[in-house]
C-alpha cells in the first residue's frame, strides 16, 4: 500500500517506469523506500528512474496464496530480482513457468494494471 514515502515509487510504476531512490552520501541507490539514508542517516534521498532491468537473485514456487487477494492465484512464482543500478526487490514472475527459470538470467518488468484498485504491480518475466 503506498504510503507519503512510497508514493513516488507507485505513481512511477502508474506511468509504466521504475524509480527508486539514489542516496549521493552513500553514493548508492537504495530500495524499499524510506525517509533517511541506510548507513549514513542523511536525510538527501532523490527519486531517480531506472531500468527496471535486472537478473533473478532466487525465486520459489508457492503453492498457498500469500495473502486472500491472491487465493485464485496459486501457484505462484515469487522472487527476489536485483536491479542492475543494485538494489534487490521481490515480486512475482508472470509469463513463465518454474522450468523456465534459471537464478542469473536476465528479466525485465511488466507493470500489471489493476484499476479497480488505483495501484500498479511490478511484476517480472525472462527478458526477451
Not at 533473478?56 to 496464496?65: M, S, W
Not at 509469463?95 to 511490478?122: K, N, S
Amino acid at each position: 500500500m503506498p504510503t507519503p514515502t512510497s508514493q513516488p515509487y507507485w505513481d512511477a510504476l502508474a506511468a509504466h517506469r521504475v524509480r527508486i531512490q539514489y542516496s549521493p552520501s552513500l553514493g548508492e541507490y537504495v530500495f524499499y523506500p524510506r525517509v533517511i539514508s541506510p548507513h549514513t542517516l542523511i536525510d538527501d534521498l532523490e527519486w531517480r528512474e531506472i531500468s527496471g532491468m535486472g537478473r533473478l537473485y532466487t525465486f520459489t514456487v508457492a503453492e498457498r496464496p500469500v495473502s486472500p487477494h491472491f487465493a485464485d492465484e496459486v501457484p505462484q512464482l515469487l522472487a527476489v530480482v536485483q536491479w542492475d543500478e543494485g538494489p534487490r526487490c521481490t515480486t512475482e514472475i508472470v509469463d513463465a513457468t518454474v522450468h523456465d527459470l534459471e537464478v542469473g538470467m536476465r528479466m525485465e518488468p511488466v507493470f500489471c494494471d489493476y484499476p479497480q484498485h488505483a495501484i500498479t504491480m511490478l511484476r517480472y518475466r525472462p527478458a526477451r
